[in-house]
Every structure is written in C-alpha cells, then in structure tokens.
C-alpha cells in the first residue's frame, strides 16, 4: 500500500472555514491547494497558510485547483455552490469532492432551509454526475477553533456519501486534522448534517455555551 498522502485542492479555501481546513492539512503533510475566484487570492492566502504551517501551499483559481488536486474540498457560500460546481465540473471528473457547503439563507440562518434537491451535497452529486464521487463533511465544526492547534474539536463529524471507500477516505482526512468522524451513510443523510448546522448556531446565540457541536454516543460493540 502507498503512504503517499493524496493532494487537496480547497475550492473557497480563502474563507475561515477552508483556511483552517487548509492550514490542518499542511501541517499533517498533505499537498494543498488553496483555490479562488482569482489566482491572486489563491495565492495570497496559500502563502499565509504556509507561513503559519510551515508547509508550503499554493494557490490557484478555482476551476485550475481542481483539475490539478486528487480530492476537491468546496468551502463556499450557498449563495455561490451552483455557479461554482458549473466552474469546477470538468475537473472534478473521475474525483472526489467533499463538499461542506451549508444552505444557509441570510438574513435567517438559525432555521433550517434545505434545498429543493433535499441538500447542497445531494444537489451538487446530481448536477455533477456519476463520475464524481461527492461526500459531505465538516458542515458543522467551528472555523475559528481549526487554526487554535491549543483547542480540543469536540464536534465530530458526519460523513455521508454513496460510495464506502470515498467516504473512507474523507474519514482519514478529518482524523489526520484531528477530529472523530463517522460513516453516516448515503449522500441523502447529507441533510441532516446540513440542517444541524443552523441548531447548532442558535444554540450558540441563545444558550449558555459556545462552540456547540455533535458527538456520537454509545456502547463499543463486543
């Protein structure tokens, strides 16, 4: 078997949540790709992840980080999923695409408002086709504790897709940032991963604590 880890291109990758996935896997030696609207912010924000991971990163602009990468993370907007699936379709072929995008509605993003497709990831698996394997993940961990390397990610995640070794692989990827994940099944369970993310912002605005997550509880099986 190979040890050598696969490269990752993170489309959206300037925002908080792709920053700090970009910057665990720099540090735990992952070839990453910071991809954007413009190669300048790509590389703009690659070369403040490399600096802080000591790791180099590139970057790139979308639709040329995906084409480049072996697995392709989407951290964008709702508002922006469609049109940036449309850029990066051809070079997700044949791939995997993690996708930990949320549909959050402004200005109500503490109620849930799942797409007519039933999620964003099941919505961007149909709009990409067969060849793409599409798993999502990571929909409900905090940005801010990703680059805080001191912090404990309570929050575990929940990794849904309809092919078991995709998943797998996604699995490994959150274990090497350091966190727990789960095989939560097929790309449909995608929704409920995506509608706890606005429960867990309101937990967040309106009880006693922050940082609110999911762990998954229960007896080891003999």
Known sequence: ????????AIIGGTGDLGSGLALRWAKAGYRVIIGSRSKENGEKAAKETTAISGSTVYGDENASAAASADIIVLTVPFSNHQSTLETIKGGAQGKILVDV?????PPKVMRVQLPSAGSAAKAAQDFLGGEVRVVSAFQNIAADLLKDFSAKIDCE???CGNNKDARSQVVALAEAAGMVAWHAGPIDNSAAAEALTSLLIFINKNGPVTHA???????PKP
């Open 1 to 8: 078997m190979s040890d050598i880890k696969p490269s990752i």
């Open 101 to 105: 995008t949320v549909p959050l509605v």
């Open 157 to 159: 995640v929940l990794v």
């Open 213 to 219: 997550g999911i762990q998954i509880t229960g007896d």
